[in-house]
């Protein structure tokens, strides 16, 4: 079993900065590819960013360039900085885990088994 724990999420300005992380325990997770999905109110998850188990990474179009998602395997954690925030960032943040083993990272909220309680970032105006 994988226990998943966020924290880092906050009320910031536009423009300013977060960095969420996701502690794992229960099994190290270096070998899976692990995830970032996010949800505002009303609408669906959404894919943010991945770290697969290649250490390649995957960004939604609607953070590239603004958003890192790295891993400190020692620390079994995974980080995401999010750097120049709007508005429509404001979701709840949750992290993921995919232990299917593929070669490919998904981008499908429905194919991650195991997820985190969620923290809240706000962004004002």
């Known amino acids: 079993q994988v226990q998943l724990v966020e924290s880092g999420g906050g009320l910031v300005q536009a423009g300013g900065s977060l960095r969420l992380s996701c502690v794992a325990s229960?099994?190290?997770?270096?070998?899976?590819?692990m995830g970032w999905f996010r949800q505002a109110p009303g609408k669906e998850r959404e894919f943010v960013a991945a770290?697969?188990?290649?250490?390649?990474?995957h960004y939604g179009d609607s953070v590239k360039g603004r958003f890192t998602i790295s891993r400190d395997s020692a620390k079994n954690t995974l980080y995401l900085q999010m750097n120049s925030l709007k508005p429509e960032d404001t979701a709840v943040y949750y992290c993921?885990?995919?232990?299917?083993?593929?070669?490919?990272?998904?981008?499908?909220?429905?194919?991650?088994?195991?997820w985190g309680q969620g923290t809240q970032v706000t962004v004002s105006s």
């Open positions: 229960g099994r190290t997770l270096s070998s899976y590819a």
């Open positions: 993921a885990v995919d232990t299917a083993l593929t070669m490919v990272v998904t981008k499908k909220a429905n194919e991650y088994e195991y």
């Open positions: 770290h697969s188990r290649f250490s390649t990474t």
